[in-house]
């Protein structure tokens, strides 16, 4: 369609002054970022509110200036939140879109409020509003994670499994014990969004374009409203570093991590050649061509999403590497990254969540892989060393051989006799019998951090204290 002259003129209401052409659609399409950003318009009215409340204190716009634009942009969060708003790409992004209305619906009173600021230290601002606000609901979520997993580690204190290196039986552990280890990554997880946060929660308003403002502004007072430590030391630092997100990113690429990591597991384990749990069957598919199935699709999706958020990171990394001072349009590229990671990485926590509250561990089919898997042959090695005085390299072999006798006979460590022992190691005598049992060798392994259901109960009071209260 062909634009009149007059449409022309209207283009580019904001910052039209010095243009005599409005953009190509091509570019207006190209350069709007309000398809994606308009998730940001609670926190950038709540910061225009601040910072016009602030003008009005520091006697730079009047009080009632101040109110008819508060009034004004409370109307417009409504009418946002009530999705009878329009957005226009023309009028590019979240700011400027609100700002727009704002004098539709105030007037030229309106036209006051970019007083003192830009567009650059607010749109900073934005984000760490907004990004604040989605680490302390991941964060909650995490911990809320944690709980679901030390309740489970409490009623599997004492259910023995195979713990595994290389996917190999190595030694047996409980349930319990296992659960804990994520509840371990979860914890250093919460450290570090939280680490994040105490860095992100310096204010960028005030900075304005690049190098701060000649108008008499009071960047402390609007950090205090909204909830800010400090305002930023820098006004170049402020508004060019987007540190924060890709910190945020990181932290959420490490949380991807571990969930995918359990998720793995989760599906290993609900697979038929394991079968030690049963996944809820919320959380699992049928398969349209196969009625016996039942496929761990929550737990494949966890296992994937660190495709995505690894790239997030990936992709804001590049972006901002390179780039000279100060603010760069392709800054405007951070957005749908921190959003899709913020999405997903809450996702994948939910439904992990969702899935190990109701997980049903096999106990029988735990103990037939380890009575497969030798798991005891650790012990057998210390008990030589230990009862023999055997050294520990040549206990180490003895035990082979034992290990390749049991394997003959098609048997298990706890199955052989005192003569088949003796076969080997001519001196062992009944008490070896018992070191292979696998519930004394789990309940030996009482070192710090170690297995033994004693200490895992231990771990959960413990661990109820440093993660779940307050
Ligand atoms: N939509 C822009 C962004 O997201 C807002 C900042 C624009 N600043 C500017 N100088 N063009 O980055």
């Known amino acids: 369609m062909k634009k009149s002259s007059l449409d ?15 953009l190509s659609e091509l570019m207006e399409e190209f350069n709007s970022s309000i398809q994606f950003d308009q998730i940001l318009y609670i926190e950038d009215i709540n910061g225009s509110i601040a910072h016009s409340e602030m003008l009005s204190k520091q006697n730079i716009i009047s009080k009632k200036e101040f109110l ?21 790409t023309q009028l590019e992004d979240i700011h ?52 679901t997993l030390i309740e489970k580690s409490e009623i599997y204190y004492d259910l023995f499994m195979p713990g595994y290196t290389h996917l190999q039986v190595g030694q047996p552990v409980t349930f319990g014990h296992h659960l804990l280890a994520y509840v371990e990554m979860f914890g250093r997880d919460r450290g570090r969004l939280l680490d994040c946060r105490k860095r992100m929660n310096e204010l960028p308003l005030g900075s304005a374009a690049l190098a701060g403002t000649s108008y008499p502004i009071d960047r402390h007072f609007v950090a205090d409203k909204l909830g800010f430590s400090k305002p930023t030391e820098n006004s170049m630092d402020a508004v060019s570093d987007r540190d924060f997100a890709i910190e945020f990113m990181s932290a959420s690429s490490l949380i991807a991590i571990h969930l995918s990591r359990l998720a793995e597991e989760l599906v290993i384990w609900s697979s038929d050649r394991f079968n030690f749990v049963k996944l809820p069957e919320n959380f699992t598919t049928g398969s349209s061509i196969m009625p016996q199935k039942r496929n761990p699709d929550a737990a494949e999706l966890i296992r994937a999403k660190p495709g995505r958020i690894f790239g997030n990171l990936l992709s804001l990394m590049t972006v901002m590497k390179g ?29 992990m969540e969702g899935m190990i509250g109701e997980i049903e561990p096999i106990p029988e089919k735990m103990m037939e892989a380890l009575q497969k898997g030798f798991p005891t042959a650790t012990d057998l090695a210390d008990y030589l060393v230990k009862n023999l005085k055997i050294p520990f390299r040549e206990a180490h072999h003895l035990t082979g051989k034992i290990v ?37 060798s789990v309940s030996s392994r009482t070192s710090y951090g170690g297995t033994a259901p004693k200490n895992v109960l231990k771990a959960i009071k413990n661990a109820k204290k440093r993660f779940l209260k307050g």
């Open 8 to 22: 022309k003129q209207k283009n580019n209401k904001i910052w039209g002054g010095r243009f005599s052409t409005s």
């Open 96 to 147: 400027m879109n609100i700002e727009n209305r704002l004098v539709e619906i105030i007037g030229d009173t309106g036209k006051k409020l970019h007083t003192a600021r830009s567009r650059n230290d607010q749109v900073a601002t934005d984000i760490k509003l907004w990004l604040r606000k989605k680490i302390d609901k991941i964060e909650l979520s995490l911990k809320n994670l944690q709980r």
């Open 68 to 88: 008819s634009i508060k009034s004004g942009l409370e109307q417009i969060k409504k009418e946002i939140s009530n999705k009878e708003f329009n957005f226009s």
């Open 323 to 351: 780039l000279p001072m100060t603010y760069g349009k392709d800054m405007q590229e951070d957005k749908e990254p921190i959003i899709d990671t913020a999405k997903n990485i809450e996702l994948c926590i939910l439904n």
């Open 404 to 440: 390749l006798l049991a394997e003959t006979r098609m048997t298990s460590l706890e199955k052989l006799t005192l003569d088949d022992l003796q076969s080997v190691v001519p001196n062992v005598d009944l008490k070896i019998l018992e070191v292979l049992k696998i519930k004394n």
